[in-house]
């Protein structure tokens, strides 16, 4: 068993991104600008976001973080994003998900400008990956393809069960991993909450990818031998153990399914410190005009 290490690998991609950063100052270009939009004081949204304030900094970014309270109106949030949208200092934004039951997601979401869409989340974004066109990619799904890629890990004919059907996970990914070329060419299975019998698929994946949000959920009695293992759950869990007062833990059951696995990502550490490094590389093709130009 071979423990894919994401925190090492983004520590990598973070001095790769510094470094085009620094030659892109000293030809006297742009510093990329990235902008977050933070509604309201959920615990989970005000880390990620302080977390991607904080790397911007580290990889010499530009950072500009707007925040509203709870009950900011759906009206004033789309001002603001519109006034991003025509902000030619920002390259790109993010809106912090999720937002408070008053604003519609999905009309922010379309809002934004897919040009400065770093999230990858706006349906031209969505779209253009789905054929395979140059976009912005959302951030989970092209930690773990890139992950797969760095480890050098065999994809082409395999059959890669995908457990969830999320709009930033579950989907995407199982697209990502069906393209044509490395690292795709799967044979694909996307499960969810209503799918009959979850332990007889997993049981035949080469790659199983867990993004469903029930911690531990897969058990070794679900799992291949030899199987590689992605594991994309960060659910909070009250613990005594650690100073905040909870533990990140993942949809697999680690101890158990670990000794089965040829590769596995662990939680923390794994495709969590990915995810803000795909956002990183978004915002330097959206600062080099390199998708959209
Ligand atoms: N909420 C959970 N993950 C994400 C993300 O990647 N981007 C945004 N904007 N919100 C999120």
Known sequence: MELIDGKAIAAQIRKEIAEEVQQIKARGGKTPHLA????????????????????????????TLIRYENNVSEDELLACVDKLNRDADIDGFIVQ???????SEDKVTEAIDYRKDVDGFHPVNVGRMSIGLPCFLSATPSGITELLRRYSIETSGKHCVVLGRSNIVGKPVATLMLQKGYPGDCTVTVC???????????????????????????KDDMVKEGAVVIDVGTTRVPSTETKSGFKLTGDVDFENVAPKCSYITPVPGGVGPMTIISLMKNTLLAGKKAIYP
């Open 36 to 63: 977050a939009v933070l509604v309201g004081h959920d615990g989970g949204s005000e880390t990620y976001v302080a977390n991607k304030v904080k790397m911007c900094e580290e990889v010499g970014f530009k950072s």
């Open 192 to 218: 969810h909450s209503r799918t009959k019998n979850i332990k007889e698929i997993c049981l035949q994946a080469d790659i199983i990818i867990a993004a469903l949000g029930v911690p531990k959920f897969l």
């Open 97 to 103: 998900l999720p937002l408070p039951k008053h604003i």
